[in-house]
């Protein structure tokens, strides 16, 4: 949901604060997701993959927080944050769940874990939608930014546990 609120309602927020493009934005999100998991995918690898998925939540937490003041300017610079973000945690978390989990359930845990994914995108929209109507786009972002913190706090409890 936190990535349905930083990629799908970056446009609207925009346009009505005056911006013309929003491209900066994407192509901040592009470079640096690619940037990201080419550069530094192996962060869970080295530093753990508990610790770096709580640290790049936390991250995503940040991006989104961000966008709650939107300076239309700096459109490629959050797209920077966020891209960079989600470029290290979506790997990193999906290969923390396969850790979590026996060999005989990871392909169940793939299945739930991007099925999670699409329905959180899924409800999210909607949800964002209804509380940008009722209380303007800046609070999509503090509730996706509290999110993405709880999300990290979460996993403050994590264990890999050897198969």
Do not use: C
């Amino acid at each position: 949901a936190a990535f349905n609120a930083m990629f799908g309602f970056v446009q609207p927020y925009a346009v009505s604060l005056g911006a013309h493009e929003v491209r900066g934005f994407f192509v901040g999100y592009t470079l640096a997701v690619v940037a990201g998991r080419v550069l530094l995918g192996g962060l869970g690898d080295r530093f753990g993959r508990r610790r770096v998925s709580m640290i790049m939540l936390v991250a995503y937490g940040l991006a989104a927080w961000s966008m709650r003041r939107l300076d239309v300017e700096l459109l490629s610079v959050y797209g920077v944050m966020f891209g960079a973000a989600h470029g290290i945690a979506y790997p990193t978390i999906n290969a923390l769940l396969l850790d979590l989990l026996p060999s005989t359930r990871r392909g169940l845990g793939m299945v739930l874990f991007n099925g999670s994914f699409g329905l959180g995108g899924s409800v999210g929209s909607f949800g964002w939608g209804v509380l940008a109507k009722q209380y303007g786009y800046p609070m999509i972002y503090v509730v996706a930014a509290v999110a993405a913190v709880i999300g990290s706090g979460l996993l403050v409890g994590v264990r890999i546990r050897p198969n």
